[in-house]
């Protein structure tokens, strides 16, 4: 019964803001809709489309304003109206009572708050419709006090996404069989992407490991800090953390007034960034103002203090690939190279034509070279990669949408510090030594140190596996096979002859060098 006036009350808010004339104008049968339109008081149809969207969603509460927040980072698929006003979304709801919070900290760890704590801010520092989080003074195990921040899961969401999830769907469902326009935006597969990130949310220590690969991850970079994970107290629902002491990056007045370089900020950020993204390929995925802080500490002045990990992005190899050779076809002006990969790539079909694909991705990158380069926007060029593609049913990755939506954060935040930072001169050199890693001597020896154990593994075994594979073929195909085995092996013994006679002269000619250099020294 709770589910159905749910679901009464969900329809009532998209009739009320006419969200049936915008996403249903394709419905097979929109007469169904006619008397619940009539019925309908307070029709609000006057503000733009994105905006009723965006109230309608507000008014639905904090999962669904969850959903716009991610609906809004599929810019592949949403039109740029509706993806702006779905950004300016903001996750927050008033806070749970504080005595909640500490008893889901008692059960938690089966200790009295005065036990774990010196002391334990009763009133939030910050509340969202997941989790809020109290500030408080930790006594460790070896007798130590340090200043905490402790994260409470909002108890009962579990069940509150279930029921809505439930919802979501069933509506995606109808959405999807109803409409051609639906079925075009694949609602089904966004709320499913939509039920992982939130379920992804509501596990604490998943974030914590987030937390610490990239603690782990930026520590010799000394640009960025990240609070370290006090993993005595750390389970589902409850996280504790190192508490970080910055000034929000938003208050630009208060970082001018303490000394901070504006501009070297502005870089430090894209510098983080991309070497989460092309070194690591681990990078923080919610990078707006609102989880960026600077240390104005003496020691670590100047530094981004980075917090809230709950959603973080991962590139495999052929990703980072794939982004690389895409931005630096792109500076060449080679459309060609940049339709080739997304075919290369499996994500448009094998069948798309090449020169049709190329035309349209010229179409969109050609009117960016008429601006400086510092006015040229990374994420809006992927986003519209992305939104071309579309018409030759180019398959775009979760991660690289992931990406770019960090990437227009990072973009949107450091032309806010900077309005003349050029992005593409702090990038270039990460892409161009990215390149380099991946085609030089540096990535061969990786490589072969990489196999050298399956190789050492298998050397051994191939007389047995000769004979056994000679034993399966017919007789006529024995010579041809084995004629074929001996020259893969006469190539394969050429080939380790090379690196282990070149190696040995490297190595004497250092030997060499290094006596020339005793020898002239005395």
């Known amino acids: 019964m709770t589910r159905l006036f749910r679901g ?7 009739l009320r803001y006419g969200l049936d004339e915008l996403v249903l104008t394709s419905f097979k049968k929109p007469a169904l809709l006619t008397l619940a339109r009539v019925l309908t008081l307070g029709r609000k149809l006057d503000a733009p489309r994105g905006q009723r969207i965006r109230q309608a969603l507000e008014s639905l509460g904090p999962i669904f304003v969850k959903f716009g927040q991610v609906l809004s980072t599929r810019r592949d698929l949403l039109p ?8 300016k979304l903001q996750d927050r709801v008033p806070p749970f009572p504080s005595a909640v919070a500490i008893g889901i900290v008692e059960r938690a760890f089966k200790k009295s708050v005065a036990d774990i704590f010196v002391s334990f801010e009763t009133e939030p520092v910050a509340s969202a419709s997941i989790a809020q989080v109290h500030f408080a003074v930790l006594k460790d195990k070896h007798g130590q006090q340090r200043d905490v921040a402790v994260k409470v899961l909002r ?81 589902t629902d409850v996280l504790v953390m190192e508490r970080m002491k910055g000034i ?20 430090d950020g894209v510098t983080i960034f991309f070497t989460q993204v092309f070194r690591d390929g681990f990078f923080h995925a919610d990078m707006h103002p609102g989880n960026i802080q600077v240390s104005v500490e003496p020691a ?33 002006r080679d459309y060609k190279r940049v339709a080739e990969l997304h075919i290369e790539s499996g994500w448009a079909p094998a069948t798309t034509r090449v020169d049709e694909l190329e035309a349209a991705i010229r179409t969109v990158c050609e009117p960016y070279f008429d601006r400086p380069l510092k006015e040229i926007s990374l994420g809006m060029l992927l986003m519209r990669l992305f939104q071309t593609s579309r018409r030759f049913q180019v398959e775009i990755q979760p991660q690289l949408v992931l990406l770019q939506k960090t990437l227009l954060n990072i973009e949107g935040l450091g032309r806010d510090l900077d309005p003349d930072l050029d992005l593409w001169h702090t990038a270039k050199p990460f892409l161009e030594t990215w390149m380099v890693d991946q085609v030089g001597p540096k990535k061969l020896l990786e490589e072969l140190r990489n196999e050298a154990p399956h190789y050492a593994k298998l050397l051994p075994e191939l007389p047995r596996l000769l ?56």
């Not at 740029?80 to 950004?87: C, F, G, R, S, Y």
């Not at 610490?212 to 800090?225: E, F, G, T, W, Y």
């Open 300 to 332: 670590t002045f100047g530094r981004y203090i980075s917090l809230d990990f709950g959603i973080v992005g991962t590139l495999t190899e052929i990703d980072k690939e794939y982004l690389a050779q895409n931005f630096t076809a792109f500076f060449r």
């Open 155 to 235: 108890p009962g969401m579990a069940d509150v996404i279930d029921k809505d999830m439930g919802l979501l769907r069933m509506m995606a469902g109808w959405v999807e069989s109803l409409s051609d326009d639906g079925r075009r935006l694949k609602p089904r597969e966004v709320v499913a992407e939509f039920d992982k990130y939130l379920h992804d949310e509501l596990d604490l220590v998943r974030e914590a490991a987030s937390a610490a690969q990239l603690r782990r991850n930026m520590a010799d970079l000394n640009l960025v800090m990240i609070p370290e994970i006090c993993w005595d107290y750390c389970v």
């Open 248 to 267: 929000p990056i938003s208050q630009v007045d208060r970082l001018r007034a303490a000394g901070v370089d504006i501009p070297k900020l502005a870089r």
């Open 467 to 522: 004979v056994e594979f000679l034993q399966r073929r017919p007789a006529s195909a024995h010579a041809a096979e084995l004629r074929a085995l001996l020259t893969e092996q006469k190539r394969t013994n050429r080939l380790l002859q090379t690196i282990i006679y070149g190696g040995m002269g490297f190595v004497l000619g250092l030997i060499v060098t290094q006596l020339l250099v005793r020898v002239r020294l005395f």
């Open 8 to 14: 009464i009350f969900i329809l009532w808010v998209m």
């Open 80 to 87: 740029v109206d509706i993806a702006d006003e779905l950004a």
